[in-house]
């Protein structure tokens, strides 16, 4: 059975500060997304990383993939209130779409 | 608006009741999921269609029963449901492996 672990699963931080989340398992994907949710909404996707070791960066957002495939990191620069939410890896393991599986989440919380 | 619809947004149902979920896409997308996400815990896939061919349902209860009409429509009927099916129901929609999902904004359904 595939998991994806999240860390942490909670996160409360100042404004302006950095922060890092991780996804990660013991199995290897085809490709791996991000997902913001806010209360009352379904996720919206930020990225998808498919190749192993890629960057790649939404503003103050830097998401990378693993060399092996296996775990991801996402990570933001001067973080601002705007950011808060639940953030959710999922993971896609190999030719079938049916087989995205998603973290538990990391929610994050930005006091101004 | 993200591009997928679902309604109603918010519904209240007794344990003997009838009800449908509805969602629906115009983003040209081959793919079509339900999920259901409780709180602390991940998301859940239920159901999985793509071209309208039911391809996954992971072990959910006969009383979901989802219905997929046309590429763009899905439902998802519930009869006779228990307390513990109150949760937050996401409909998405993807275009294809590795492209990541267009979620809906959820029906929060608590069964009473």
């Known amino acids: 059975t595939q998991l994806l672990e999240q860390s942490p699963q909670f996160l409360s931080i100042q404004e302006g500060e950095n922060l890092t989340v991780y996804c990660n398992s013991s199995?290897?994907?085809?490709?791996l997304q991000w997902y913001r949710q806010e209360p009352g909404e379904g996720p919206v996707l930020l990225v998808t990383?498919?190749?192993?070791?890629e960057v790649k960066k939404l503003k103050r957002l830097t998401f990378q993939f693993g060399d092996a495939r296996k775990d991801s990191s996402l990570h933001i620069t001067a973080a601002q209130p705007g950011d808060t939410g639940l953030y959710l890896c999922?993971?896609?393991?190999?030719?079938?779409?049916?087989?995205?599986?998603f973290g538990s989440g990391t929610r994050l919380s930005i006091r101004p | 608006e993200t591009g997928v619809t679902q309604t109603p947004r918010h519904l209240v149902m007794g344990m003997t009741n009838k009800k449908s979920l509805k969602c629906e896409q115009h983003?040209?997308?081959?793919?079509m999921y339900w999920y259901k996400q409780s709180a602390k815990k991940p998301l859940e896939l239920m159901f999985v269609?793509?071209?309208?061919?039911?391809?996954e349902n992971n072990s959910v209860p006969s009383r979901f029963s989802p219905e997929c009409p046309n590429s763009s429509h899905l439902f998802l009927h519930l009869h006779t449901l228990q307390p513990e099916d109150s949760a937050l129901y996401l409909c998405?929609?993807?275009?294809?492996?590795?492209?990541?999902?267009?979620f809906g904004s959820g029906t929060r359904l608590t069964v009473v």
């Open positions: 998405a929609s993807s275009p294809g492996e590795n492209y990541g999902y267009t």
């Open positions: 983003l040209g997308h081959n793919a």
């Open positions: 199995s290897v994907f085809s490709s």
């Open positions: 990383v498919v190749t192993g070791g």
């Open positions: 999922a993971g896609e393991g190999d030719s079938s779409a049916s087989k995205i599986i």
């Open positions: 269609y793509s071209l309208e061919e039911r391809v």
